[in-house]
């Protein structure tokens, strides 16, 4: 929890060049996740891997435009990056 919290300081204070950079990273991170994907063909199940990546991008994309609290945005950057990670895995790893 220490590191969490190291982290969400550090985000918190410098927010509007941390949300810059948030959503650059987790767009390119987000667009090498879904190339992952669709490199497995396009059956049900990449479908669905793909709607997942791009609709976490989207919430965190849409929850710093919208300027929602520092640690909504966090908590959704983290949750999207763990998220794009997973999948490209999952796609190079497994399928």
Same mark, same amino acid.
């Given at each position: 929890?220490?590191?969490?919290?190291?982290?969400?300081? +550090?985000?918190?204070?410098?927010?509007? %060049?941390? $949300? *810059? =950079?948030? &959503? +650059?990273?987790?767009?390119?991170?987000? %667009?090498? $996740? *879904? =190339?992952? &994907?669709?490199?497995?063909?396009?059956?049900?199940?990449?479908?669905?891997?793909?709607?997942?990546?791009?609709?976490?991008?989207?919430?965190?994309?849409?929850?710093?435009?919208?300027?929602?609290?520092?640690?909504?945005?966090?908590?959704?950057?983290?949750?999207?990056?763990?998220?794009?990670?997973?999948?490209?895995?999952?796609?190079?790893?497994?399928?």
């Amino acid at each position: 929890m220490t590191l969490y919290q190291t982290t969400f300081d +550090i985000f918190n204070r410098n927010y509007m %060049g941390s $949300a *810059a =950079m948030a &959503v +650059i990273g987790q767009s390119c991170l987000g %667009g090498a $996740a *879904a =190339m992952y &994907v669709l490199s497995n063909g396009t059956s049900i199940l990449q479908m669905v891997q793909l709607a997942v990546i791009v609709l976490a991008c989207i919430f965190v994309n849409t929850s710093i435009l919208a300027q929602m609290k520092h640690k909504v945005v966090f908590n959704l950057l983290l949750l999207s990056s763990i998220l794009s990670v997973a999948f490209i895995l999952i796609n190079t790893l497994l399928l």
